[in-house]
């Protein structure tokens, strides 16, 4: 993980980003990758990537009505971007790879159901493979994008307070740091004890990753929450939220096949079912614009703040092959110095003279020997 | 080839499951331990036998230890809020069969000693401190002399008993009490207890160095400890089996440490008189014998994708910690135990290697 300082995240994101609009820089990526690329791939890289930045310009500033049509044009433009810079060719695309289809039956901007298409060349299967999930997405039925919003860490919390549900598809874990090692604990509610439980059945290698789950109740805040510790030899199978706080995300479950899709497709997929609503359905899409009652409103227009943020952030992740990391703590130096305990320092003493001791033994029994 | 003794002890602790008696004593010390049950018609009833099963556990002698209660149940003082009930006829006649088994199988294994010596056979057997208890003359093992065959010949092919029974180190025992013989053996064995795990005591210590350096013994001194250690190895070699065996009959499951309660393996170190480890857990489930300090486990786990360990350990401490913070965890610190059930077998290897004297002996 690379961290960089920054007072404005978005704009130096959005300039890393933006070396891929030079020629220069291109060909230099694809000299140390190996790749011959050829003159139309270089103009249609930078295209891409300039027209990316232009959609997310004008995001940030145009009203609700059109922004998530802006975003999903802009991710669009970037994403494929990046999937011809990754591939070294212009790699085609036929059409989205998916359509929206307005649900009558619920009231919720989120019933919106998304069936996907052309698993070969459907924009979302190529930007998919590209981003190294080579699942054919259409083996899985007719999703809803409640689906997509659910599985989103970022706005979890507001995605059960609107949907009223006792869960989403995301455990955030609060880790400690014991005398015994890590733990990581979910805190829940009488109320969702179960579903939260049983989602994690669904997180994929959990129990390979952890023990048995236990069950406390803090002493002092009396809040219960669930126990988490790796097994001896199980990796990490948590993801980072944007605010940098771990999360465990559970597949779904369509059509009997489990399915655990990536925040970056997660996040695309929402934002072409809400342009689809902004751009062909504006008798729906108008009106919860500007008279919802449900709350949902507050929930779209946060998930399209960390789309923004975000899925520039992925796209350059998955291009230098490390996660790029912005901040704005100042420079400090780096502390080295170690503190050791009471209990270390007992320790360390007895070590020492133990090895005294054992070296004059040694010694003086050689001498007998001799 | 024969089967090691370690192995042979598995096997007959799986015939004793299967014994009739064994599911009966089972089911006996199931409902001992239990302090109430739920009769037919739903009301909680306490057990008649009040707190036995608890007091006979702070000893953890097994069967000999329910034997021991229910003879001085009378003599014993106990705390107010404790109370206990002698066996009826038959739960004693039960338990008995259980300690007899116990008892043939140590008879067996040392039947061949005892005509060298009845001091170093009385020594070696694990109950040999403990005060003597009733036992109706009728009590029979479960186990009969041909089923307990295999795992007594596996005992006398182990190459300690060997080194102790080809050694003719056996008359100068039989030349002192028992008692004598006890305080040689309980110095040493405190000794040794104090060495199991990553310190060893400055004389062991001593000891062990005099062994990695030289070819024979140099003192009747060091002869006797390298006698007494192979003795104290052997004895624990036995009190580990028969500890097995209880738990079989008692239908209580051999504890697992692997990848799905290890938490962290805090210290693994081989040193020159064992291989000592301390293995941080993840609560392991409950069951009524939980007060019963478990004497032998195995460890099987991969601790990393290149690195296999499967080793059975004695068990020298246990702590439990209940935390509401962090959940519940035990840490077990455990010396390894090798095909002969021998804790201590870097120690008893250095001994074997430069051997029991003969003429030594007689010189010195």
Known sequence: MSTLFSEYPENDLWRELLQFAYEANIKRFFKRHGIAGDDDTLNCIVGSFLQANEYYKAAKDADLQIAPLLLYYGSTNLLYGMTNLLNGKIVKINNHGMKSIISDKGSFIADTEIRFLSPNDGGVHVISRALGFNTNLTNYGDWKLREFLDSIAEINSDYMECYNTRTGRIAMLDVFNTPDGKIEKIYFKAENRDEIHEMLNDVEDFNKSYLHVQILKDPITNKECFILRHKLNGKSISELSYSGQPYLKAAHIKNGQSITIPTVLNMYISLFALSSLCRYYPEHWSPFVLKDTTGEKLLIEKFLFYARRMIPNLVLNKILGENVNYISNKYEEINTVKHVGEHQVQEMVERKIRDYFDRQDILSHSEKQI | ?364
């Open chain 2, 1 to 364: 080839m024969a089967a090691d003794f370690r192995n042979e002890v598995f096997l007959a602790c799986k015939i004793l499951q299967k014994k009739d008696t064994a599911k009966k004593i089972t089911s006996l010390i199931d409902d001992l331990s239990k302090s109430s049950k739920f009769t037919e018609n739903e009301t909680e009833q306490n057990n008649t036998h009040g707190d036995f099963a608890y007091l006979a556990k702070q000893s953890n002698n097994e069967f000999y230890s329910y034997l021991f209660i229910d003879d001085n149940i009378d003599k014993i003082e106990l705390p107010q809020f404790l109370r206990a009930e002698h066996l009826a006829s038959d739960e004693r006649n039960l338990i008995e069969s259980g300690h007899q088994t116990l008892v043939r199988f140590i008879e067996l294994c040392l039947a061949d000693i005892k005509q060298h010596s009845d001091v170093l056979a009385t020594a070696l057997n694990p109950y040999f401190l403990l005060k003597p208890i009733k036992i109706n003359a009728n009590a029979t093992s479960i186990l009969s002399d041909d089923e307990l065959l295999p795992v007594v010949s596996a005992f006398k092919n182990g190459r300690v008993y060997k080194t102790l029974i080809d050694s003719n180190l056996a008359w100068v025992l039989s030349k002192l009490d028992i008692n004598t013989v006890g305080t040689l053996i309980t110095t040493a064995e405190r000794e040794v207890n104090r060495s199991l795990g990553d310190d060893i005591t400055h004389d062991l210590k001593e000891f062990t160095l005099k062994l990695a350096m030289t070819t024979k013994f140099s003192s009747i001194s060091d002869v006797m400890l390298a006698y007494s250690i192979l003795l104290i190895a052997l004895r624990e070699s036995l009190k580990m089996s028969c500890h097995l065996f209880f738990n079989a009959i008692c239908g209580i499951d051999l504890l697992v440490l692997n990848n799905d309660n290890i938490i962290n393996i805090e210290e693994s170190i081989s040193t020159t008189v064992c291989k000592f480890y301390k293995v941080l857990v993840q609560e392991i489930s409950i069951n009524t014998f939980d007060d019963d300090m478990v004497r032998v486990l195995l460890i099987d786990c991969d601790p990393s994708n290149e690195e296999h360990i499967h080793e059975f350990g004695m068990i020298i401490a246990e702590t439990i910690s209940f935390s509401r913070e962090t959940g519940k965890t035990t840490k077990y610190s455990f010396v390894t135990i090798d095909k002969e059930m021998i804790h201590i077998y870097p120690l008893t290897e250095a001994i074997m290697r430069i051997g029991l004297p003969d003429e030594q002996i007689t010189k010195c």
